[in-house]
């Protein structure tokens, strides 16, 4: 077994308008995981650096640890403890993905562990059903922009082509967070037709203009009546983001990244234009923020490290 263990996770940024549970991107910002040693099951020592230090050194409440003891118990296997290091840059509850990053990189952590690791396809099912939202956790895991469906067993996925290299995406990160659940709850049980035939119209024509490279047709396709109408009201600046950034003859679409409250642009030319446009905005509405210029990540979770052998028969 070679140490450290180390398991790199994008951030991801999923829905992108009008692929609600279905759309993400892997993004070129990163948590690393590291096992620097193992310890007797159950025993765990964690350090966080970065995001969420204070309140994710508490082994039980670290979602990574907890991922990783739910793959040793759905292999029927006992978990080792671990020296556990945590490097966060992707920021907790923002709409980035840092719980579907920390399900697959706990889940990878524990297959490097194994006598006969396993893929990350034959992994994918099992990371989805412990996070739930296989948007997020596709993209993490393999990278690119993915298009997923999900029935709560079987688990379909297709990357789509990559994006051209003079557009990047800006993220915008307001100092406001919003649980998943909270915007989960604001959403209705029931649409009507017309808004439902909105989406799926949206949603094809996003996935055709990206796989043809047909980009001129995103900021359109990114429209959506199923979600960012309630989500936008959950934090300042939202509603007025996605209305004015539009506009921007820089922009190619604008969304809510995830279920909030950071926002995401494709933008072609001066990203740090709309970029400082967006963050006045939230200013404006009393919020301070900070905003990333990355591209699409396509390479997804990378581990290094281990040799799969303690968990014998696993």
């Not at 193992?38 to 050194?57: H, I, M, W």
């Not at 670290?62 to 945590?86: D, H, K, M, Q, T």
């Not at 998943?180 to 604001?186: D, G, L, M, P, Y």
Request: charge should be neutral; glycine fraction near 10%; charged fraction near 20%.
């Amino acid at each position: 077994m070679t140490f450290p263990i180390r398991v790199r996770v994008p951030a991801s940024s999923a829905n992108l308008g009008s692929g609600f549970d279905t759309l993400g991107m892997g993004l070129t910002f990163y948590n690393v995981y590291e096992v620097l040693e193992l310890l007797p099951s159950g025993t765990y020592q964690v350090e966080v650096v970065g995001e969420g230090s204070r309140e994710l050194e508490d082994p039980a409440a670290n979602l990574v640890i907890r991922s990783y003891e739910a793959a040793f118990e759905a292999w029927e296997r006992e978990a080792p403890g671990l020296v556990f290091r945590a490097l966060n840059a992707v920021p907790l509850c923002r709409g980035l993905g840092s719980s579907a990053g920390a399900v697959v990189g706990g889940v990878l952590l524990a297959n490097a562990l194994r006598e006969r690791p396993l893929s990350k396809e034959e992994l994918l099912p099992l990371m989805v059903r412990l996070e739930g939202h296989p948007d997020n956790v596709v993209p993490c895991c393999v990278g690119g922009m993915v298009v997923s469906c999900w029935d709560g067993e079987r688990l379909r996925y297709l990357r789509l082509t990559s994006m051209p290299p003079d557009v990047s995406v800006v993220v915008a990160v307001p100092e406001f967070r919003v649980s998943t659940k909270a915007a989960r709850e604001v959403l209705p049980e029931v649409v009507s037709l017309k808004d439902a035939v909105f989406n799926v119209s949206r949603a094809a024509l996003f996935t055709a203009a990206w796989a043809t490279g047909s980009w001129e047709h995103l900021l359109w396709a990114m429209e959506d009546k199923l979600h960012q109408q309630f989500r936008a009201k959950l934090f300042p600046g939202g509603e007025e983001i996605l209305s004015e950034i539009r506009k921007s003859p820089e922009c190619m679409g604008v969304a809510i990244s995830g279920s909030g409250p950071s926002m995401m642009a494709f933008v072609k030319g001066n990203p740090q234009g709309v970029a400082g446009r967006m963050c006045r905005i939230f200013s404006g509405n009393g919020v301070r923020s900070r905003f990333f210029v990355l591209d699409v990540d396509e390479a997804g979770a990378k581990l290094s490290g281990g040799g799969g052998r303690v968990a014998t028969g696993a």
